[in-house]
């Protein structure tokens, strides 16, 4: 079965960076595209990125575009998602989702989420 | 970038009950648009991608509706588990992909 777990919970000071990892399973890894989502407390569902865990090519919001940073290690069939010059509106549940088969914009499985907590 | 606008953003009902929850968008997106549920600590749950068309496992008292720039999601006899927040999704243009502000199924 599909399977994404994250990593656990981290706690970052304002202008530090965090990085997530997603690790996949149950399916081929190459095959499916990767998104990070996150969860403001709450608030609602923001995108971030998009991965190709074939190539590597990535599409970032513009909203993050120069301090989020997507890279995935086929050998372990992991993806991550680093966030730098941390500030505190960057408190949120990180989420990895694939990309749904036909509609890879649509995310089919989600990982269990990763809080990240800024705070001085 | 595409803003969605759901309303309402919080409704009560009954067990059994009809719910309704609309999904606009700021311009036409075709039936690019998908339907989530989340529950309180969890991750959201894929229900309707293309508009209309069911997740596999999804119940069928699920079903959505709609094209271009207004969508509805109906939950025909609303049900315990059903008690949630509900987000539409654009897939039509990006980046960015982009969601509604969620809308919070309570019991009356």
């Known amino acids: 079965q599909v399977q994404l777990v994250q990593s656990g919970a981290e706690v970052k000071k304002p202008g530090a960076s965090v990085k997530v990892s997603c690790k996949a399973s149950?399916?081929?890894?190459?095959?499916?595209?990767m998104h990070w989502v996150r969860q403001a407390p709450g608030q609602g569902l923001e995108w971030m990125g998009i991965?190709?865990?074939?190539?590597?090519?990535?599409s970032y919001a513009q909203k993050f575009q120069g301090r989020v940073t997507m890279t995935r290690d086929t050998s372990t069939s992991t993806v991550y998602m680093e966030l730098s010059s941390l500030r505190s509106e960057d408190t949120a549940v990180y989420y990895c989702?694939?990309?749904?088969?036909?509609?890879?914009?649509?995310?089919?499985?989600w990982g269990q989420g990763t809080l990240v907590t800024v705070s001085s | 970038a595409i803003q969605l606008t759901q309303s309402p953003s919080s409704l009560s009902a009954s067990v059994g009950d009809r719910v309704t929850i609309t999904c606009r968008a700021s311009q036409g997106i075709s039936s690019a648009l998908a339907w989530y549920q989340q529950k309180p600590g969890k991750a959201p749950k894929l229900l309707i991608y293309d508009a209309s068309s069911l997740e596999s496992g999804v119940p069928s008292r699920f079903s959505g509706s709609g094209s271009g720039t207004d969508f509805t999601l109906t939950i025909s006899s609303l049900q315990p588990e059903d008690f949630a927040t509900y987000y539409c999704q654009q897939f039509n243009s990006y980046p960015p992909l982009t969601f509604g502000g969620g809308t919070k199924v309570e019991i009356k």
């Open positions: 991965i190709n865990p074939s190539g590597g090519s990535t």
């Open positions: 989702a694939r990309g749904a088969p036909f509609y890879s914009s649509t995310f089919d499985y």
């Open positions: 149950g399916y081929t890894f190459t095959s499916y595209y």
